[in-house]
């Protein structure tokens, strides 16, 4: 046991200082969700739908924006910014894109939505402090593996307030992950209903959010659409530890939105 | 199949072939279904490995009817293969041990069988239903449900532990809670398109799937891949390797509530992960393959050549810091004994099996991508148990950093990392991998269209969750989660 002291104090604090200003995110030369610029768009051209896997990118009937993004079906494959021949659509490291409105995810000419007031009420409750509850409804993997990833030494989630707890009667966040496989559909309901009120919802990676690759098939759903009531979007494949972080301080109105009418705000 | 040997059988020469196989000193690998055009009843496909490091062969059997001889009780690996052909092609297999559902829960209602592409894919009705469970009539013995939401972050599953007091009678684990269907969503895609799916059947194994499945269309288009590519899908395969068997080590760590190791296990995990984002855009080395190469060239240069080294420095320094605590050793030994006969029946793979004396590794005995130029250590040890479950793993650390130093300066050398292929109409190829948790393969069936028709994935979890069981009963609670945590089973390459 000595020399796990030792080793402790030797390597002294591995924890990163963000999201206060100087930190590392971690996050560098992670590739987020593709940025685009309809302006760049070519008439009549449909590369881009044609390669997408979860059909994020829809062709719209507006000839000056000819393809409609929806970065809450967008699993960051980054094919569209290989087929898009006008460069549209581009790489970017972009991956803050937790929201409260599913149609802040859809790309908007003019973007623009009022923050719900009714949530604003609701988290009084907890403003500081959150227990969550974390539900995998049949998900890859990848996103507990960067949930797992939170209380690790570098991100550390503790030292912000934010804390997994084995019980659902304990928690004020449900966290769910995955498409909703038939078997799990309804333990992810009764894990809802033993929660106390006032509770919160969170759909976390595009799965939870619209059904992902795995969406829509023989024993799967659509994640939480027309399921439970969803209180914050965090789309991604998976979303990293920082956009996790990101929008569970945008949660508890500690951080505000970055991302509105589906593109980050500069 | 494409690059493999095929070999036709008849339904009833089966049973002899299997017998014959086996005293050769043969293993099979994995069996699945698939619908041929115009036929009423499914093929069954087997891969069979005739005999260490000898080519594989698949063994066709076109059965005229709903009902086959099942060879489960030759070789007991083949009974889980033969219950999920059940659920998902509706095929009986005569003589079967255990003829339970497996993939679909017992509440499943499939207005036809979910994988007949004749049909249209539709949700199925469910109702939740309790699962088949042994009958036990002492009033003594208590019986512990736990999930299939559990405490912590963890996959779903649900596990039913028979005991008194301390000691577990019987352990009966409900998987397939997350089965997604996976391989019906190959069906009618592009191939060339299609790693994004393999990609997502386990996240933590992404590269490894993606690469099964690229080489998969690469021998079905039979074409050969550039040499750069080969060397770099082996430098992102080691690097797979690297951040699993960390966050392996982290848990183990965990389990044995040695917080400063579980807590420096992750730490490392998470410079490994940082550095995959660095060097190839993805924390999980996705969006990276395709069939006939890479996407785009990747240049490993001298930031990631440093990381890699403090990287390699701090792994060696952290397992042997874990080597050197007889708390965390003494919890390890003895605990969870597979052996080896129980190892090799039931279809361990991977640092499992490598663990119980058994010295298979694809890497080396079926080569692919760049490993036949490259000097691979395969660790093995034969105690079987916990201890060397986690031996087996860190030594595999330390062997991947010889691959990966190897392969560095060869990488300096530019090349082509791409070769255009097309998929004729009707191929099939086999793929695999040895992903950091064991055999990995997919066989691929295309139709006449030229798009993917039956996509098949034997993922390592599914292997070893099969094995698991058997060193759990007669054992008590108190290892459980150590012994679980020493397989390092993933739930969602199980269930796909």
Known sequence: MPIWTWFGLRHGAATTAWPRPGGDDGQAGVLGMPRFDPGRCGAGCRDCVEVCPTGALAPSADPRIPVKPDYGRCVVCQLCTEACPTGALTPSAEWAYAVRERDDLRWTQAAASPVGRELRQRLRAFRRSLHIRHVDAGSCNGCESELQALNNPFYNLHRLGIFFTPSPRFADLLLVTGSVTAPLREPLLNTYEAMPEPRLVMATGTCAVSGGVAGGGYNTGRGLEDLLPVDLYLPGCPPNPAAIIEGLLLLLERLPQRSRGGRIER | MHATESRMLGADELAAACARMLSDGGRMQMAWARMRPGMSAPELNYL?????????????????????????????????????????????????????????????????????????????????????????????????????????????????????????????????????????????????????????????????????????????????????????????????????????????????????????????????????????????????????????????????????????????????????????????????????????????????????????????????????????????????????????????????????????????????????????????????????????????????????????????????????????????????????????????????
């Open chain 2, 48 to 496: 069979v490995s005739p005999a260490p490091r000898r080519p594989f062969v698949v063994w066709r059997v076109q059965p005229d009817r709903e009902n086959v001889p099942s060879l489960a009780q030759q070789a007991p690996l083949l009974s889980w293969y033969e219950r999920e052909i059940t659920d998902l092609f509706g095929l009986r297999f005569d003589g079967h041990p255990d003829p339970l559902p497996l993939v679909l829960h017992a509440g499943a209602q499939p207005a036809h069988p979910p994988l007949d592409p004749r049909r249209p894919e539709q949700a199925m009705a469910f109702t939740q239903l309790p699962p088949a469970l042994p009958e036990v009539s002492s009033a003594d013995v208590q019986l512990l449900p736990f999930g299939p939401v559990r405490a912590d972050v963890v996959e779903s599953a649900r596990f039913f532990f028979f005991y008194i007091g301390e000691h577990i009678l019987h352990y009966h684990p409900q998987l397939f809670f997350k089965h997604r269907g996976m391989e019906k969503r190959f069906e009618g895609c592009e191939p060339l398109r299609s790693v994004v799916m393999a990609e997502r059947v386990s996240g933590t194994g992404s590269f490894a799937h993606a690469l099964a499945y690229s080489q998969a269309v690469e021998a079905a288009a039979g074409v050969e891949v550039p040499q750069r590519a080969r060397r770099l899908r082996v430098l992102l395969a080691e690097l797979e390797r690297v951040y699993n068997h960390l966050h392996y080590l982290g848990h183990l760590a965990d389990t044995t509530t040695l917080k400063v190791g579980q807590a420096q296990g992750k730490l490392l995990e998470e410079h490994a992960k940082q550095i995959n984002a660095q060097l190839t855009g993805s924390r999980f080395l996705r969006s990276l393959l395709v069939p006939g190469g890479l996407r785009r060239d990747l240049s490993p240069g001298p930031g990631i050549t440093r990381s890699l080294g403090a990287l390699q420095r701090d792994a060696s320094a952290y397992v042997r810091a874990l080597e050197g605590t007889t708390s965390y050793r003494d919890r390890l030994h003895d605990t969870g004994v597979l052996d080896q006969r129980t190892a090799f029946d039931q279809g361990a793979t991977g640092p499992v099996e490598r663990a119980s004396g058994l010295d298979r590794d694809l890497r080396r005995d079926h080569p692919y991508a760049g490993y036949d130029e490259l000097d691979l250590r395969v660790p093995v040890e034969t105690a079987g148990d916990a201890h060397a479950r986690a031996r087996v793993r860190t030594e595999e650390i330390n062997a991947s950093f010889e691959v990966i130093l190897q392969l560095l300066p060869r990488l300096a050398t530019p090349g082509p990392v791409r070769t255009d292929l097309t998929v004729p109409p009707g191929a099939e190829g086999l793929g695999w991998a040895e992903s950091p948790r064991g055999s990995l393969y997919y066989a691929v069936h295309c139709g006449d269209d030229g798009r993917l028709g039956r996509v098949k994935i034997k993922s390592p979890s599914f292997s070893n969750w099969r094995v698991f069981p058997y060193t759990v009963h007669e054992s008590n609670m108190m290892d459980y989660a150590i012994n679980e945590a020493s397989f390092g089973l993933t739930i969602a390459g199980c269930d796909r």
